[in-house]
């Protein structure tokens, strides 16, 4: 954990965002709307029977990119997430973290597949805003530069004036892993269960934790 530039995913190396506010009921949402617009058939079975609004807006983005239609459910998934950040539960250890390794000279940034309006919502709810601004990088109507692209990353050491080998990302997903792979940078997997950490060991990932404390533990002791 020697890294003085580390990235982090957002929704679950920082929190939980829909800890609160029902991701299901919001990809519901979602689809009805596109139902009441005539366009139920834009959507898989598989799509439909798991109900995401990541997967929803790529699946829309994939059959009409670049569209109207990608704007306007791109607007409407941000506006879930912001709905979503007042009750966002922060990941354990994740605020301390953040502030040990700012207050050490790291330089932090956010490289996430969400709102950026929604990240910078909950880090000033949460005081975190001056560990990271202005290097926040989230979703943009240019679906295709997300996650696992590694579009966000390579802004973010570009901002950062940092090699790749020089820096780390923390993430949960496959898609942050495959995108820090293709950046150069070094991965430290979060896994707050067995089935992210299987998702993450089958993308790839060697070095994965279940909880932030560890990591906090190695910065205090420098």
């Given at each position: 954990?020697?890294?003085?530039?580390?990235?982090?995913?957002?929704?679950?190396?920082?929190?939980?965002?829909?800890?609160?506010h029902?991701?299901?009921?919001?990809?519901?949402s979602?689809?009805?709307?596109?139902?009441g617009?005539?366009?139920?058939?834009?959507?898989?079975?598989?799509?439909?029977?798991?109900?995401?609004?990541?997967?929803?807006?790529?699946?829309?983005?994939?059959?009409?990119?670049?569209?109207d239609?990608?704007?306007?459910?791109?607007?409407?998934?941000?506006?879930?997430?912001?709905?979503?950040?007042?009750?966002?539960?922060?990941?354990g250890?994740?605020?301390?973290?953040?502030?040990?390794?700012?207050?050490?000279g790291?330089?932090?940034?956010?490289?996430?597949?969400h709102s950026s309006?929604?990240?910078?919502?909950?880090?000033?709810?949460?005081?975190?805003?001056?560990?990271?601004?202005?290097?926040?990088?989230?979703?943009?109507q240019?679906?295709?530069?997300?996650?696992?692209?590694?579009?966000?990353?390579?802004?973010?050491?570009s901002?950062?004036?940092?090699?790749?080998?020089?820096?780390?990302?923390?993430?949960?997903?496959?898609?942050?892993?495959?995108?820090?792979?293709?950046?150069?940078?070094?991965?430290?997997?979060?896994?707050?269960?067995?089935?992210?950490?299987?998702?993450?060991?089958?993308?790839?990932?060697e070095?994965?934790?279940?909880?932030?404390?560890?990591?906090?533990?190695?910065?205090?002791?420098?």
């Amino acid at each position: 954990m020697r890294s003085r530039f580390v990235l982090f995913g957002f929704d679950g190396p920082i929190c939980r965002l829909f800890a609160g506010h029902s991701a299901e009921w919001a990809a519901n949402s979602m689809m009805e709307w596109l139902e009441g617009r005539g366009l139920h058939g834009l959507l898989t079975e598989a799509e439909r029977n798991a109900p995401d609004l990541q997967v929803i807006l790529h699946a829309v983005d994939r059959r009409h990119p670049s569209s109207d239609l990608v704007s306007e459910l791109e607007e409407r998934v941000t506006r879930e997430e912001m709905r979503a950040v007042s009750s966002a539960m922060p990941t354990g250890y994740a605020d301390p973290l953040i502030r040990t390794w700012t207050a050490l000279g790291g330089r932090l940034a956010i490289a996430t597949n969400h709102s950026s309006r929604a990240v910078q919502e909950y880090l000033s709810s949460r005081g975190l805003m001056e560990c990271f601004a202005p290097r926040i990088y989230g979703r943009t109507q240019a679906l295709e530069s997300l996650k696992p692209n590694p579009h966000n990353l390579n802004r973010a050491l570009s901002a950062m004036g940092a090699a790749p080998s020089a820096a780390l990302m923390i993430g949960d997903t496959p898609s942050d892993f495959i995108a820090a792979s293709r950046a150069g940078v070094s991965f430290l997997g979060f896994a707050r269960n067995e089935r992210t950490a299987k998702h993450l060991r089958e993308a790839g990932a060697e070095l994965i934790v279940e909880s932030l404390e560890p990591v906090l533990r190695v910065l205090r002791s420098r």
